[in-house]
């Protein structure tokens, strides 16, 4: 097996919203809707080494989350390709497959089975699940009566029990406690000693530099600049600073 | 454990993708039973609700065609009916909403999709057993009937009617997906076919004067036979309230149900899959 855990190349998406104006008559008459072509990746590569937490950066609407969903295969690009070697899990929304109106407990089987496990791992992982997401006393609880720190601790902690080796993570550790916060990048940093790979979208340019080793900077679908992750970040500060003189 | 998303999808696989299904049957399974309960969780009386629901829908019906219009008094004849295609029309209207309701489970997951169509149907499934129930004991305190082997029908007539209900809850959200407005669409749908088949008017009906054109026809709608098999395997054949014996069961309607079922099924389990790599593209 190579040392590369995840490859992408060429990957190319494009999305034909429908555009909205304001309605003529003849466009009324006329059949067809308008559409606008947009470009959310354009040609983009790289490849991600087993052991590497690796960085994706960029503004709002760079193609960041197009990006992720390609590489957890549930969305088709129009070209090129997205290959993940070993077990992956997703962080991509928080409480994904949870049922708010059921119980923690129960969510727990759900959020687990909905990402691919079985039930009888999850029933040996379960009480490891709830410690780690402390939340001894309102496992029982409805999860609509959770706070916001309880639900993503909760999903967070399936998340990391499905044993991955890849982890992809969408800007979600802002949420929780300081804490919370620590305990989490300390279960990521784990998984990176034991050759597991992250790939990690985030806005938060401090934690890229810090907890990532390379990164991308995605610029409207296209990479801006690839290396180190400091040199990425930096790239990219000098960018945002130049166009607000 | 390698996956490779290109622009061609891996569903082109059929083994691949049943035993993908069947790897996956707990999740099925938990879905199925976990939105049951979230959907009961905040009414007071809970899951005697899925008994309820059928019973108040039939004796609705039973107090306008029986009562106030009367065309048909048998309460058991509605019954049987009603519940045989109240389970297919919550499979229909609840298949097309799956996906769209349940767009963050598609965008964050890959699961063969088909998954919640199916997970929608074992909710309506469950229901619909507990009506069997509820009809047999309605059959047996108004009509001192208890079936006998003829339940054997059921173990035909069940598994055809959940193919042909899978069948068309993947056709509904193959079409819905793109194109909204069949959701919208899907109550009038239901209603007509509802009148359309053999359960506020009796069987007698189709020989009378009144019956129109439409009469010639109405064999051919898949209630027509599904209904006549599910009443030959349950209840009994009665005239103003006296048992005359259990209901006569025509092999030719089973076959022609069959038939139905294994078409509607294949035909739409087979355009959803081949459509569901662009489903991500519709959220």
Redesign the interface.
């Known amino acids: 097996m190579s040392r590369a855990s995840i490859v992408v190349e060429d990957l190319y998406v494009r ?1 034909r919203p429908y555009i909205e104006r304001k309605p003529t008559l003849r466009r009324s008459l006329g059949r067809q809707r308008t559409h606008e072509e947009v470009v959310a990746l354009d040609h983009v590569s790289f490849a991600v080494n087993r052991g590497e937490a690796f960085g994706v950066i960029g503004k709002n609407g760079a193609g960041k989350s197009t990006l992720l ?20 899990s ?1 962080l ?2 928080l409480g ?2 949870f ?4 119980t923690g407990r ?1 969510n727990i ?2 959020g687990g ?4 496990m ?2 009888h791992d999850i029933e040996e992982r379960f009480d490891e699940i709830v410690e780690y997401a402390e939340l001894e006393d309102a496992i029982d609880r ?1 999860m609509k009566t959770y706070s916001s720190g309880m639900f993503s601790r909760l999903a967070f902690s399936v998340a990391m029990n499905l044993d991955p080796e890849v982890l992809l993570l969408d800007e979600i550790l802002a949420v929780g406690d300081a804490s919370f916060q620590e305990k989490s990048m300390q279960a990521m940093r784990n998984l990176l000693d034991r050759a597991g790979t992250i790939l990690f979208v985030s806005h938060s340019l401090g934690s890229v530099e810090e907890f990532c080793d390379r990164a991308i900077w995605l610029d409207r679908g296209v990479v801006a600049a690839e290396g180190t992750a400091s040199n990425v970040v930096d790239q990219y500060r000098k960018s945002v600073t130049q166009q607000r003189p | ?7 061609t ?1 891996y569903t082109r696989r059929i083994v691949y993708y049943v035993k993908e299904l069947w790897r ?1 049957r ?2 099925i399974w ?2 199925a039973m ?2 049951f ?2 959907r009961n ?2 009414t007071a009386l809970g899951l005697f609700w899925w008994v309820l629901n059928p019973v108040l829908l039939s004796l609705v019906y039973w107090f306008v065609f029986g009562l106030i219009f009367p065309g048909n008094r048998d309460i058991i004849y509605l019954m049987s009916g009603m519940f045989v295609f109240h389970f297919t029309a919550q499979s229909l209207t609840g298949g097309a909403n799956a996906i769209l309701q349940n767009s ?8 063969p999709r088909l998954i919640l169509p199916m997970a929608n149907l074992i909710e309506a499934l469950v229901g619909f057993t507990v009506s069997l129930g509820v009809l047999l004991v309605f059959s047996l305190v108004l009509r001192g009937f208890i079936p006998g082997a003829s339940v054997l029908l059921l173990l035909a007539a069940v598994p055809l009617h959940v193919l042909f209900n899978l069948g068309l809850a993947s056709m509904a959200a193959r079409l819905a997906v793109p194109f909204r407005d069949i959701n919208n669409f899907m109550p009038y749908f239901t209603r007509i076919w509802l009148y359309l088949s053999p359960i506020i008017w009796p069987l007698s009906f189709l020989e009378s004067e009144n019956a129109s054109s439409f009469a010639r026809f109405a064999e051919f709608n898949p209630m027509f036979s599904l209904i006549s098999v599910y009443r030959a395997a349950l209840i009994p054949l009665a005239e103003d309230g006296v048992v005359i014996g259990p209901t006569p069961f025509d092999p030719a309607m089973l076959g022609q149900f069959a038939v139905w079922a294994v078409v509607v099924g294949f035909v739409g389990i087979g355009l959803f899959v081949r459509f569901e ?2 489903i ?2 519709h959220l």
């Open positions: 999305f969903r390609c590489v957890a295969g549930t969305l088709r690009p129009n070209g090129g390709k997205a290959v993940v070697h070993g077990k992956t997703t991509l929304q994904v497959g049922i708010p109106e059921l129960r089987y759900l089975l909905a990402a691919g079985r039930k409805p | 454990m390698t996956q490779t998303t290109t622009p999808y996956r707990e999740f938990f879905l976990g939105n309960k979230a969780a905040s963050k489970l598609l965008t964050n997951l890959k699961f790599g662009k991500a593209r």
